[in-house]
């Protein structure tokens, strides 16, 4: 299963941190990926770590902003959320998946394990 929190209301310019737990086959050792749903508009790509070698990738609109990284040891997925624009508001989800190649990183039907979403309000 995969347990996403950290989620809330913030001023624009904030910052908020999302984390991710894994367990079982969603574990952390694998490819795991942010995404986020605004209202009226489909799941989009934020982020992706892969399982090997820590390989990471951002949507262009999050570029510089935010950071994916990740804990072993605690079974995490952080996503550090700087500068934060009232278009980043969202309810974000985890995902996660064994394999994953880079060309469908980006691709929400790439990830077999899903979180249930935190609310991220960016107010103006």
């Known amino acids: 299963q995969l347990q996403a929190s950290g989620g809330g209301l913030v001023q624009a310019g904030g910052s908020l941190r999302l984390s991710c737990v894994t367990s079982?086959?969603?574990?952390?050792?694998?490819?795991v990926g942010w995404f986020r749903q605004a209202p009226g508009k489909e799941r989009e790509f934020v982020a992706t770590?892969?399982?090997?070698?820590?390989?990471?990738d951002y949507a262009d609109s999050v570029k510089g902003r935010y950071t994916i990284s990740r804990d072993r040891a605690k079974k995490t997925v952080d996503l550090q959320m700087n500068s934060l624009r009232p278009e980043d508001t969202a309810i974000y989800y985890c995902?996660?998946?064994?394999?994953?190649?880079?060309?469908?990183?980006?691709?929400?039907?790439?990830?077999?394990?899903w979180g249930q979403g935190t609310q991220v309000t960016v107010s103006s």
């Open positions: 995902a996660s998946s064994e394999s994953i190649i880079w060309s469908s990183r980006a691709s929400p039907s790439a990830y077999a394990y």
């Open positions: 079982g086959r969603t574990g952390s050792g694998n490819t």
């Open positions: 770590i892969f399982r090997s070698g820590g390989t990471t």
